[in-house]
């Protein structure tokens, strides 16, 4: 089964993307924040990352690629 990590801080849309992807029988994992997410993708390997991309704290992480050095194979 594929592992899909969603990063997304607002609940509604965080949680309706979670059932969406739920009844698509993926197995998903979420992160309300970008600290939530690195500590997810230091425990956990996942096939697909879908992220907020405004996320307050995530700018400086996604502009130092720090998010890019995980997960690869």
Do not use: W
């Amino acid at each position: 089964m594929k592992r899909i990590l969603l990063i997304e801080d607002d609940d509604s849309i965080r949680y309706l993307v979670l059932n969406f992807l739920k009844l698509a029988q993926f197995d998903c994992n979420e992160a309300r924040n970008g600290t939530e997410a690195i500590t997810a993708l230091q425990q956990d390997h996942f096939d697909l990352i879908l992220c907020d991309i405004n996320l307050p704290d995530m700018q400086e992480l996604i502009a130092d690629s720090e998010i890019l050095t995980f997960n690869i194979i």
